[in-house]
Every structure is written in structure tokens, then in C-alpha cells.
């Protein structure tokens, strides 16, 4: 894997900071908030029986994914090395692709590309490269669950600056790629009572081609 990255965001993932972020971001609530969650997503996605995660960290949301659907054909992309290790001990993935996903190269398509809580921390040049990846790795959905803001702002980040951003990232893709097509959308909050998210709004776009 090459530590050459194109962005200060990249490096930032793949280091100390992306290590910390795993601890944080693990255990029996997330995991069923996550459940929750991909019930509802998943039945938007009649007929999917394959799905890769552009930036999965320890997979919490393949995790979930396959806790309802066992069937699921599931793989990754992650940059963060001690993450990878993760992904690939738990031993159900049938591939980890480990690299930046300014880096990733699809070889072939899955009825699925999800990216969710990843968009928000991409360098705003490289969102067309982003979207335009996860185009060409559908083959019938992508799905999205972001932060979300009808206009561009960024966002200091656990005091760091040049780390999140907000912005209407589905309308964007809906924008640039005119084979793409609302399903679906919702918004989860983190006052929910039983199953709480990070004020995430989720999309699921349809493929026509």
C-alpha cells in the first residue's frame, strides 16, 4: 500500500488519528443502532446480494450488515492499517482493499457501493473523483449517509481544521452522474431513544444503466 497520498485528509486517516477514531467507534450499541439502520436502507435495495464499503474502518457497518443479511457478498476499502488488520481477522469479507479510495481502481461492480460518515472528510477537490468511483463500482445502488448541509461549510473538527465538511453530497452525485435516481431518504437522530445515530441523513440512489 503506498503512503504517498494526495491529500493531508488521506494521511490523516491513515495515522495516529485513525487509530484513536477506531476505540471510539465500536461496540453492542453501535452495532445496533447499525442494524437499525440497514434494515431500513436495505429494503430500499430489493435484490442486492452484493456490496463493497468505500472507507469501512473496522466494519461496524458490515457488521450489521451481515448480522441481517448473511447472504450478503460483502468487501472493503480502508487506509487505516490497524483497521485493515481488523477487517480481515474478523474473517468474512471476501476481499479488503487496502488503500486510499483516491486510489481505488474498481475491477469489477457490486449491486451495492456504500459510504457512510467518509464523504464529510474527503478534500472537497477530490469529491468528483469520490463520486465518480462509487458510480463505477454500482451496478443498481449507492448509498450515502452523511452529514448533511444544503450548501458547503466546513466544520472544525475534534479541534482540527480542514477535516469535515458538509454539503449536499447525494445532490451532488444526482447532479453529475444523470443515470442516478432518488429511491429514498431519511434522517437519524442522535436524540433517538432506542437506536441513535450521529445526526446522519441517508440516501439511497437507483442506477439506471
Known sequence: MTTDYKTEQESFWAGKFGDD????NTGDALLSSNMALFARIMARCPGARSLIEFGANIGMNLRALHALFPGLDLEA??????????????????????????????????????????????NPDYLAQVYDSLYRASRRYIVVVEYYNPTPVEVTYRGHAGRLFKRDFAGELLERHKGLRLLDYGFVYHRDPVFPQDDITWFVLGKDD
Not at 21 to 24: E, N, Q, S, V
Request: no cysteine; proline share 0%.
Open 77 to 122: 476499502i480502508e487506509i487505516n492499517d490497524n483497521a485493515v488488520a481488523q477487517l480481515r481477522a474478523w474473517g468474512v469479507l471476501k476481499q479488503v482493499h487496502h488503500g486510499s479510495i483516491l486510489e481505488f481502481a474498481a475491477e469489477r461492480r457490486w449491486d451495492v457501493a456504500l459510504i457512510k460518515g467518509v464523504l464529510i472528510h474527503i
Open 21 to 24: 477514531y477506531i476505540a471510539r
